[in-house]
């Protein structure tokens, strides 16, 4: 076995190079964070009306998943309750069809939302106009550098955060890691995507938490992501099925790496080798916007990834498989096992921190958590199988405690508290 050279696990030195000559180009990584965070041109005017601004990276059609949806969701809920709102993009937005916003109506709870919310385009106008009572909502670790310098020209004197991830976790430890962090310390109010997520803030003393738990309390409150609404199959159904399907989130993209694609791949075939998967199973993949379209795992299997599916789509075909298999090394809990396990498939899913087993449990019966390393989630799979006879007892597991719909996520007590955070009343 031979060391990969120029692999990430190579600490050799590099070779000595002759003194570099020629024009200096930017460092790229460098460059990229710099984009990120280069202002926006906000400009202040007593003539423009009062608004919430939210501010999202971009509107993108390919990567419309559940974090946007809550996103556009909240814009909606805060419109409906007689705000004037402002979507506004932080990051170039690539060119949109000309029914873009139909489009996003199609998502669960955005019918007839984007005719009562307003979007700028920031990087493209150039400059955006705010009043100096508008609040400012942001969505991401770089919004809110963004929203911090916008509330810094009007009256308001921090910004709401909606907060669906530690957003650290989503790179390796290093610059970005660092950069994100510190947003946490910028002056705001925090609505926690999930009381995971809040619980893990709290006892780690992070943002509204840094002080006193109560002020915590006091400056924040959480929702639950609605799941995609699925219907799961009768026990009579599965009863009926000849073969038996896994179904992986088999997220590979760098990006993702939050979501242990490797680790995954690998204990399905530790699973396989050990014989927990009988004849007649049937391996696949779901969530890759460009992955391949089979992978090999153990004793000549493969893994069928299957091309991204719309919201609809998707809830549909969740019912017709057996195991599912769904990992994030973060304290957010992911909807998408949640939603596995609401369509009646077993599913392995791991812990971290305050993410534990008995809350995992506390959602559903259906869900298997795992610690999360090789051996944790092949054991995970083992128990999954196990137990994929036990039709009635998937049936009452799909009857999860978590919501399906926006208006119980965001319902009126929700609401009430977000916009207390915002400054109003």
């Known amino acids: 076995w031979e060391r990969p050279i120029g692999s990430p696990f190579d600490a050799s030195l590099p070779a000595p190079e002759e003194e570099a000559g020629g024009e200096a180009f930017p460092d790229p990584e460098t460059a990229h964070i710099e984009r990120l965070l280069a202002p926006l041109g906000f400009r202040v005017s007593e003539s423009e009306p009062e608004r919430i601004n939210l501010l999202i990276p971009t509107i993108d059609l390919r990567h419309l998943f559940g974090g946007y949806i809550a996103k556009f969701n909240l814009a909606r809920k805060l419109a409906e309750a007689g705000h004037r709102v402002r979507i506004v993009t932080v990051d170039p937005t690539p ?84 950069i994100a962090a510190e947003t946490y310390s910028f002056p705001h109010a925090a609505l926690f995507s999930t009381e995971f997520l809040r619980a893990y803030f709290a006892a780690n003393r992070i943002g509204v938490y840094s002080g006193d738990p109560a002020d915590g309390d006091r400056s924040s409150v959480s929702f639950e992501n609605a799941i995609t609404a699925v219907r799961a199959p009768s026990a009579a159904d599965l009863a009926e099925r000849e073969s038996r399907r896994l179904l992986f989130y088999a997220r590979s993209e760098p990006h993702a790496k939050r979501n242990m694609f490797e680790l995954g791949m690998i204990a399905i075939s530790r699973a396989i080798e050990a014989g927990t998967f009988g004849e007649g199973w049937e391996f696949f993949g779901i969530g890759s ?137």
């Open 95 to 178: 060119e949109l069809p000309a029914d873009w916003r139909r489009q996003v109506e199609a998502y669960s709870g955005l019918a007839g939302a984007m005719s009562r919310i307003e979007v700028a385009f920031a990087r493209e106008q150039g400059e955006v106009a705010i009043g100096p009572r508008d609040r400012f909502v942001a969505t991401t670790w770089w919004t809110a550098y963004h929203a911090r310098d916008a509330v810094a020209l009007t009256e308001g004197d921090r910004f709401l955060y909606l907060i669906q991830e530690y957003e650290p976790f989503t790179f390796v430890m290093g610059s970005w890691a660092a």
């Open 289 to 425: 916007v460009s992955g391949r379209a089979r992978v090999a795992i153990a004793n000549g299997n493969e893994l069928d990834v299957l091309p991204r599916q719309d919201q609809a789509r998707y809830g549909e075909i969740l019912g017709g498989y057996d195991v599912g298999l769904s990992l994030m090394l973060t304290p957010h809990p992911s909807l998408v096992p949640i939603e596995m396990a609401s369509a009646g498939l077993l599913t392995v899913t791991n812990t971290f921190a305050t993410k534990t087993a008995e809350r995992l449990a506390a959602i559903s019966a259906n869900l298997i958590a795992a610690e999360p390393s090789i051996e944790g989630v092949a054991a995970g799979l083992a128990a999954a199988v196990a137990r994929v006879d036990d039709h009635e007892g998937r049936v009452r597991g799909a009857a999860v405690d978590w919501s399906s719909d926006w208006e119980r996520s965001l319902d009126p007590s929700a609401m009430a508290a977000v916009q207390r955070l915002l400054g109003f009343g």
